[in-house]
């Protein structure tokens, strides 16, 4: 079974599963999304997309506790609609006190049967904020916690997010985008951690993709972040830069159906 571990909701949603179809992927792990930049018809339109984002995420535009409601929303309408090919992981607010983290996590998570928390884009220097997020993680059953560790976050980012790994050692962790420029690094802390993965989207070249799935096979969950990446081009390096089927299986399928029980 092939599945994409990371990508958000593309609108529309049947193009999606066309292209899953087309690229040969069974399911995806689906993420929010507060835009929608595959929308955009030319390149000035994708620019005020990128903008948008920008600004929302710097509290400019609009409500950001609104936008997530609205991703949510149009994330579990998805799932409704290909229950068999979509499992959920849901974005979580940051920073809260470790109550409201929990009514969130239970209200948004649980309730809506998703699989994990993610994605969670944080600034550099604000790991700290994530420490009611693995609290909640713990009082629900492990939920994976799903982190973009590409720009802006550091080596010390990263390392800061492997200390809470350690002290919540039943809760698995993913590195999105295999720490991208920190990738020698990032391999190190998830050869020593257990609960510690990787995700192989935007990963940072060719080259680095086939270092670290052939060095860590069990820890490597193939990812596409759609919009941002291509389902049959992800899936292709994959394939072109594994040593041996057993890799390229592993990282494909295998390491992420055992981590979320998929049949
Ligand atoms: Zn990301």
Same mark, same amino acid.
């Given at each position: @079974?092939?599945?994409?571990?990371?990508?958000?909701?593309?609108?529309?949603?049947? !193009?999606?599963?066309? *292209? &899953?179809?087309?690229?040969?992927? =069974?399911?995806?792990?689906?993420?929010?999304?507060?835009?929608?930049?595959?929308?955009?018809?030319?390149?000035?339109?994708?620019?005020?997309? &990128?903008?948008? $984002?920008? =600004? %929302?995420?710097?509290?400019?535009?609009?409500? @950001?506790?609104?936008?997530?409601?609205? *991703? +949510?929303?149009?994330?579990?309408?998805?799932? /409704?609609?290909?229950?068999? /090919?979509?499992?959920?992981?849901?974005?979580?607010?940051?920073? %809260?006190?470790?109550?409201?983290?929990?009514?969130?996590?239970?209200?948004?998570?649980?309730?809506?049967?998703?699989?994990? &928390?993610?994605?969670?884009?944080?600034?550099?220097?604000?790991?700290?904020?994530?420490?009611?997020?693995?609290?909640?993680?713990?009082?629900?059953?492990?939920?994976?916690?799903?982190?973009?560790?590409?720009?802006? %976050?550091?080596?010390? =980012?990263?390392?800061?997010?492997?200390? $809470?790994?350690?002290?919540?050692?039943?809760?698995?962790?993913?590195?999105?985008?295999?720490? !991208?420029?920190?990738?020698?690094?990032?391999?190190? $802390?998830?050869?020593?951690?257990?609960? %510690?993965?990787?995700?192989?989207?935007?990963?940072?070249?060719?080259? +680095?993709?086939?270092?670290?799935?052939?060095?860590?096979?069990?820890?490597?969950?193939?990812?596409?972040?759609?919009?941002?990446?291509?389902?049959?081009?992800?899936?292709?390096? +994959?394939?072109?830069?594994?040593?041996?089927?057993?890799?390229?299986?592993? +990282?494909?399928?295998?390491?992420?159906?055992?981590?979320?029980?998929?049949?």
């Amino acid at each position: @079974m092939i599945i994409d571990g990371h990508s958000h909701v593309t609108l529309p949603v049947q !193009e999606h599963i066309k *292209a &899953m179809d087309a690229a040969g992927i =069974d399911k995806t792990v689906l993420f929010s999304t507060a835009f929608h930049p595959e929308a955009a018809k030319n390149f000035a339109e994708v620019k005020s997309s &990128m903008e948008f $984002l920008n =600004d %929302l995420l710097a509290g400019k535009k609009g409500s @950001m506790v609104e936008e997530r409601q609205k *991703a +949510v929303l149009e994330l579990r309408d998805a799932i /409704r609609q290909y229950p068999d /090919r979509y499992i959920g992981f849901g974005a979580v607010p940051a920073g %809260l006190e470790r109550k409201p983290t929990l009514q969130y996590v239970d209200e948004t998570i649980q309730k809506n049967n998703l699989a994990g &928390m993610g994605e969670f884009t944080l600034g550099s220097g604000q790991i700290h904020l994530l420490k009611n997020i693995f609290c909640a993680s713990q009082e629900f059953h492990n939920l994976p916690i799903w982190i973009h560790a590409f720009f802006p %976050l550091t080596a010390a =980012d990263i390392k800061e997010i492997s200390e $809470l790994a350690k002290d919540y050692s039943e809760t698995p962790v993913i590195l999105g985008h295999l720490g !991208e420029s920190n990738w020698l690094a990032t391999v190190a $802390l998830v050869k020593e951690i257990p609960n %510690l993965y990787l995700d192989t989207s935007a990963y940072y070249s060719t080259f +680095v993709l086939a270092s670290v799935i052939n060095e860590v096979p069990k820890k490597c969950f193939f990812g596409v972040d759609r919009p941002f990446g291509d389902l049959q081009l992800s899936k292709n390096a +994959v394939l072109q830069f594994a040593w041996t089927s057993a890799v390229a299986n592993a +990282v494909l399928g295998e390491n992420i159906a055992r981590l979320l029980k998929l049949a």
